[in-house]
C-alpha cells in the first residue's frame, strides 16, 4: 500500500490552476482517515457523499483530488461517481465519453458494468453523469440503493459528487445510501448558522457527517513567510 501523496493534484479545469496546496493537504489526510475510518468495520465497499452547502465551493475539483489520493492509499479499487447530473463536470476533467454513465443506469437504459470507465490514474475507475436525455428525470430509491448496492461488492471506496446540499433534492435522498458525508466549504463564504442547517438536514437522512474541508482558504500573510512560520 503506498501512502505518498500524488504528485500533481487534479485541476479544476483546463483553464485554472490545481487546488491550493492547504485544500489538497486536507484531501489526502481526509483519504487516510476513511481507509482507517472503515478498514475493520465494513464487510462491503464504503460509500462517501461529498457535498457543499451552495453552488460553486468546489464540490467536484475536491471529489476528483480526493479520488485520487484515495486510490493511491487504498489496496481494493476506487470509484468516482458523476451524481451531479444538471452540473456535471467530471468527464471532462478526467478525459473520458460523458455517456453511457449515471443517469443511463438509473433510467434503466444501461447496466453498471457498462457505465464504469477507467480512469488514466492507477486503481481508480468512474461513472460519468451520463445522457443529459435521461438527467431531468429523478430515480426512485430502490434503483439509487440497488444500484449502489451492486457497486459496493466491486469497489472498496465510492465517492459520490454530489450537488449542493441546498440546492437539490438528490442530496436528501442519497443521505438515505450512504455510508457517511464530506462537506466543502468556501473559506469566508457559508456562515456558520447555513452549514449547521446543512449539517442537521444531512443527518436527518441518517448520514454522519465524516468530516470537513476548507476550500479557498486566502492567505493574508505572504506565501514566503506563512512557510516560515
Not at 492547504?22 to 475510518?37: D, G, P
Not at 476506487?78 to 447530473?85: G, Q
Not at 454530489?162 to 466543502?184: N, R
Not at 442547517?197 to 492567505?219: D, F
Request: aromatic share 4%.
Amino acid at each position: 500500500m503506498s501512502t505518498a501523496a500524488p504528485k500533481r493534484p487534479i485541476s479544476d479545469s483546463p483553464r485554472r490552476q490545481t487546488i491550493p496546496s492547504e485544500t489538497f493537504s486536507q484531501v489526502y489526510s481526509l483519504a487516510q482517515r476513511l481507509h482507517a475510518m472503515f478498514r475493520n468495520g465494513q464487510p462491503v465497499g464504503t460509500v462517501v457523499g461529498v457535498t457543499s452547502c451552495t453552488r460553486q465551493e468546489g464540490v467536484s475539483v475536491v471529489a476528483a483530488n480526493l479520488a485520487a489520493c484515495a486510490a493511491d492509499i487504498y489496496s481494493g479499487r476506487v470509484l468516482l461517481v458523476d451524481a451531479n447530473l444538471r452540473n456535471p463536470s467530471l468527464a471532462s476533467r478526467f478525459g473520458v465519453k460523458q455517456s453511457p454513465g449515471l443517469s443511463d443506469c438509473l433510467s434503466g437504459q444501461s447496466a453498471a458494468q457498462e457505465c464504469v470507465v477507467r480512469t488514466s490514474h492507477p486503481n481508480l475507475w468512474m461513472i460519468p453523469s451520463g445522457s443529459t436525455t435521461h438527467a431531468a428525470g429523478r430515480a426512485s430509491d430502490s434503483r439509487s440503493n440497488a444500484l449502489l448496492d451492486e457497486l459496493r461488492s466491486d469497489f472498496e471506496l465510492i465517492l459520490l459528487d454530489l450537488p449542493s446540499a441546498g440546492e437539490m433534492d438528490e442530496t436528501a435522498i442519497a443521505s438515505q445510501s450512504v455510508d457517511g458525508f464530506l462537506l466543502v466549504l468556501e473559506a469566508e463564504r457559508v456562515r456558520k448558522h447555513v452549514a449547521q442547517r446543512i449539517k442537521h438536514r444531512l443527518e436527518q437522512g441518517n448520514a454522519k457527517l465524516l468530516g470537513v474541508v476548507l476550500n479557498k482558504r486566502k492567505n493574508y500573510i505572504p506565501e514566503w513567510l506563512y512557510r516560515r512560520l
